[in-house]
């Protein structure tokens, strides 16, 4: 089944493809710029040649660099298992693993992540949605193998043991490196290589560290902006039941008499009427335990 995506929604799931992914990462995106948020993500397979990272990017003829910069094709060449694909013509973005893809207008961009209006469509490959997976993989291999331009390859390497039954990863080696020689206006064109070594996974992994979604970010630095201006201007506040000038206390956010009224159910979750540090309406989107609109401050103050 496939899932209309948008904002932090589109986000996440960018996000997910790379963080689920058991078996490879398949990155198109004309230009790739990457921030801390995407690093983190990636960081939690950097390390692990059981996952095949494929990077295609495009655009500029004349200078790849102005696509993606060269610290990040550096850092996508620290991974033990990646191929990074070059296509001049390449205007197509979508992100896909064993299980889920995306199709999207999002390049793999900071800036697009947190500043632009994009869209795109999920799918996952279950049953009921398993053609629209099988066909955004046939038109990506065509492209793979009939323009794209290879030029990195490392791969993995093995030491076999107990007679063959089981084979440890001990390094990676490059296989393919063009960047220093890559003729843009003349590419030179390798066959692309897939997983042409057979994967095992590490017996040990890193401990996964606790990640948050960029709008989860976006709600902390809010919360501390709100928390300094709270500061700053400690003096002036409204009732939320009200909207009458009273002290600002958002641990005491009614005037004496609407504090009477509460006191008859003190239901700390009741929908009030007023922002208590704007004097904004709020439409019930207020109460004593949150009276400050769109804000993370929780108030378990209950007067007692």
């Not at 990272?53 to 991974?79: A, H, I």
């Not at 948050?212 to 630095?221: G, L, Q, T």
């Not at 009477?260 to 709020?282: A, I, V």
């Amino acid at each position: 089944m496939s899932t209309f995506l948008t904002g932090d929604a589109l986000n996440d799931a960018i996000d997910n493809i790379i963080t689920d992914a058991k078996k490879f990462i398949y990155i198109t995106s004309p230009y790739i710029k990457l921030d801390d948020h995407y690093k983190e993500r990636f960081d939690l397979v950097k390390n692990d040649p059981s996952i095949y990272l494929q990077v295609m990017f495009g655009k500029n003829e004349n200078d790849f660099y102005r696509s993606v910069r060269s610290e990040d094709l550096e850092y996508f060449k620290t991974f033990p298992n990646v191929s990074i694909i070059y296509e001049p013509r390449l205007h197509a973005k979508s992100y896909s693993n064993e299980s889920n893809g995306i199709v999207t207008s999002m390049n793999l961009y900071d800036y697009s992540a947190e500043n632009n209006v994009e869209y795109g469509v999920g799918f996952s490959r279950t049953k009921l949605a398993e053609k629209v997976y099988e066909v955004h993989l046939d038109n990506h291999y065509k492209i793979l193998e009939e323009s794209a331009h290879c030029i990195f390859i490392k791969r993995p390497v093995f030491k076999t043991a107990l007679f063959g039954l089981s084979r440890n990863y001990t390094k990676s080696e490059v296989l393919l490196d063009l960047f220093d020689s890559f003729n843009h206006n003349s590419p030179n064109y390798e066959r692309i290589v897939y997983q042409d070594i057979d994967i095992i996974s590490l017996d040990e992994k890193d401990l996964v560290p606790v990640l948050k979604s960029r709008s989860e970010k976006r709600a902390e630095i809010e919360f501390e902006k709100q928390k300094e201006s709270i500061y700053e201007n400690p003096s002036q506040g409204y009732c939320i039941r009200t909207g009458e000038q009273i002290a600002f206390n958002p641990s005491q956010p009614l005037s004496k008499n609407a504090y009477y009224e509460w006191l008859e159910w003190k239901n700390m979750d009741y929908g009030e009427g007023f922002c208590h540090q704007t004097g904004n309406r709020s439409y019930k989107k207020t109460s004593m335990r949150f009276p400050i609109l769109n804000s993370c401050f929780q108030n378990e103050d209950t007067w007692n």
